[in-house]
């Protein structure tokens, strides 16, 4: 929401993978970093196969040096990859990574980051309306550029971002 000033958020779309009364965890889906998924896989001593373009996305603010991987392929597979919703599965795993640098699925993400909240901290500034909620999709995840993400997340729930304006949320 507009209200939101914390530059790390500003007109983010953040992709919950956890959440539960100890804190809640996602990435953000809608920005990249200048670092080459090639040249992280190189740090990591492992052979990347894919697009030598491809760049590592920004996840959020905590942990930068760790990552992570979202996968949308199904004719993809890992032991480690965790499903989030059909279409969308996820790890951490080196593993896994080095998996998939060997054959990299066509839906695929590289993260560095993440966004994380404690306990309470994602309902409060829920409450406050500083974040919309909308269906998680893989076609947005996937198939939208980072940078038009925002708004069709936006439109995806009926609303014209043109038309968004500051509230207090439901105190």
């Not at 200048?34 to 001593?45: F, G, K, M, N, Q």
Request: proline residues 7%.
């Amino acid at each position: 929401m507009p209200q939101l000033v914390d530059p790390n958020f500003k007109r983010s779309v953040v992709l919950l993978l956890h959440h539960d009364e100890d804190g809640t965890f996602g990435l953000v889906v809608n920005r990249l970093t200048d670092v080459p998924v090639d040249s992280l896989c190189s740090s990591l001593e492992i052979r990347w196969r894919g697009d030598e373009e491809d760049a590592v996305h920004w996840g959020g603010p905590v942990q930068p040096d760790h990552g992570w991987v979202i996968v949308g392929d199904d004719d993809f597979d890992h032991e480690d990859l965790q499903e989030i919703v059909e279409g969308i599965r996820f790890t951490s795993s080196p593993d896994a990574l080095r998996a998939i640098a060997e054959r990299p699925p066509e839906r695929l993400r590289v993260f560095l980051g993440y966004a994380g909240w404690g306990p309470g901290q994602l309902a409060n500034e829920l409450a406050q309306g500083s974040w919309i909620v909308a269906p998680l999709s893989a076609r947005l995840v996937f198939d939208v550029e980072g940078t038009d993400l925002w708004d069709a997340a936006l439109r995806s729930l009926g609303i014209n971002p043109a038309t968004l304006v500051p509230t207090q949320g439901v105190n």
